[in-house]
T-cell receptor
Framework: DAEITQSPRHKITETGRQVTLACHQT?????MFWYRQDLGHGLRLIHY???????NKGEVSDGYSVSRSNTEDLPLTLESAASSQTSVYFC?????????????FGSGTQLSVL | AQKITQTQPGMFVQEKEAVTLDCTYD???????LFWYKQPSSGEMIFLIY??????QNATEGRYSLNFQKARKSANLVISASQLGDSAMYFC????????????FGAGTRLFVKA
């Protein structure tokens, strides 16, 4: 069955370190997204991609970057981790042109920056 | 400006009763889609229901229905015959045609179902 996989599930890091969160989907979806979830804010969009070599900034993109070298993967990099980036991170994908273009989510990565 | 507003941080409902979770949205785009997702305590995000802005009928999926009032810009989720397993966080979300394929979310409502 097709799926979307995030790794690691949990990560503890120190401030200032570079961290990369992986996202791999086998749906063959063109659209991929990274969100962070914080209490009281719901899910906020960090970066998104509509296809290979395409990346776009979301509403909370400062301190994060992504790259899309193939259809399946959209890794999220925290250039220099900050305590404010402690959060749960969700990767999602969607199929362009589907009737509702609902999001398919990964299981999330709990990141703690100490 | 907040595009999706969920004014109920938490709600309680008695098992087997119906409950309405409120959602209002803000857009000037005539073409948009509205979604509800459920997040149980296990953390995964589960798609529940979708309503397109041009859909004439309110969407229904089993015990879930979306009360779509376009003029009032509201898209409330109605859960009929609540079950203990409905206890979860519920997110309202919107995708605007002019926004491409990105979906934006409200802050969520935590629903507690009492036995």
């Amino acid at each position: 069955d097709a799926e979307i996989t995030q790794s690691p599930r949990h990560k503890i890091t120190e401030t200032g370190r570079q961290v990369t969160l992986a996202c791999h989907q086998t749906w063959n979806h063109n659209n991929m997204f990274w969100y962070r979830q914080d209490l009281g804010h719901g899910l906020r969009l960090i970066h998104y991609s509509y296809g290979v070599q395409d990346t776009n900034k979301g509403e909370v993109s400062d301190g994060y970057s992504v790259s899309r070298s193939n259809t399946e993967d959209l890794p999220l990099t925290l250039e220099s981790a900050a305590s404010s980036q402690t959060s749960v991170y969700f990767c999602a994908s969607s199929e362009s042109g589907s009737p509702n273009e609902k999001l398919f989510f990964g299981s999330g990565t709990q990141l703690s920056v100490l | 400006a907040q595009k999706i507003t969920q004014t109920q941080p938490g709600m309680f409902v008695q098992e087997k009763e119906a409950v309405t979770l409120d959602c209002t949205y803000d857009t000037s785009d005539p073409s948009y889609g509205l979604f509800w997702y459920k997040q149980p305590s296990s953390g995964e995000m589960i798609f529940l229901i979708y309503q397109g802005s041009y859909d004439q009928q309110n969407a229904t999926e089993g015990r879930y229905s979306l009360n779509f009032q376009k003029a009032r810009k509201s898209a409330n989720l109605v859960i009929s015959a609540s079950q203990l397993g409905d206890s979860a966080m519920y997110f309202c979300a919107m995708r605007e045609e002019t926004g491409g394929f990105k979906t934006i979310f409200g802050a969520g409502t935590r629903l507690f179902v009492k036995a």
